[in-house]
């Protein structure tokens, strides 16, 4: 469901430029966004209102983490909420306004040790299938901005995007499937580094399963 539009946003945004990476037409270096020392980056694409990448942030105080969001309003209210829940303190955490058609275009390549798919939208007329993020060409830029030993992780509700995805990445010559699951919350060794996103706690509340993929480069 798209968030009703917040005018607010376009000038808080506006205002807080310092927790933004901005789109460019150059390829750009992730590192260059954060002040810290650490090594490990990670992306989620379709970042939301910021509740995952916020609790990962905390989790992990040694990773950087960037969450990428198509609607300015939607990033407008996951930076609002990152700043009051880490009292201003996101020394590890960016957001960025922009589309996943751009991944290549925007991050240099071997940018990021991990990305993140949670619960992305399943496109789930035929026509659409295209712009499923695990639709080929997603695959390839993915590869492409990831380093040779990260890898990918997908949550999603969706039958047919689960389905969808499994037969995408296992077509596809340069990446693996290293685990999979129609059922989340039966693994119990899953669950505990499992951090819910806020559609998760919600689905899974009303008796829905979570299904999840992880997959890596082939070199591996």
């Given amino acids: 469901m798209r968030l009703r539009n917040k005018n607010w946003t376009k000038d808080y945004l506006l205002n807080h430029p310092q927790h933004l ?3 460019s037409n150059d390829q750009l270096k992730v ?3 954060f002040a810290n020392h650490n090594q490990f980056y990670a992306l989620e694409i379709g970042c939301g209102k910021g509740d995952f990448l916020i609790a990962q942030s905390l989790i992990h105080p040694d990773w950087n983490l ?9 990033v407008g209210v996951a930076l609002k909420k990152a700043l009051i829940t880490k009292h201003e303190q996101l020394d590890n955490l960016k957001f960025m306004n922009g589309f996943a058609e751009k991944l290549q275009q925007v991050f240099l390549p071997n940018s990021f040790d991990c990305l993140f798919l949670n619960f992305s939208d399943p496109w789930p007329k ?21 380093k040779p030993s990260g ?22 010559p340069q990446w693996r499937i290293v685990y999979q699951t129609t059922d989340l919350y039966a693994d119990v060794n899953q669950l505990k580094t499992n951090v819910p996103t806020e559609y998760e706690k919600k689905f899974h509340a009303q008796g829905k399963t979570i299904k999840k993929i992880i997959f890596q480069p082939h070199s591996l």
């Fill in 21 to 23: 990476i901005p789109v």
């Fill in 31 to 33: 590192g260059d966004f």
């Fill in 66 to 74: 960037v969450g990428l969001e198509k609607e300015s309003t939607v």
């Fill in 126 to 146: 035929a026509k659409h299938y295209k712009k499923r993020l695990t639709y080929q060409t997603f695959l390839d830029d993915y590869f492409k901005i990831l």
């Fill in 151 to 172: 890898k990918v992780e997908l949550k999603t509700d969706n039958d047919q995007l689960y389905q969808f995805s499994l037969e995408q990445i296992t077509a596809h």
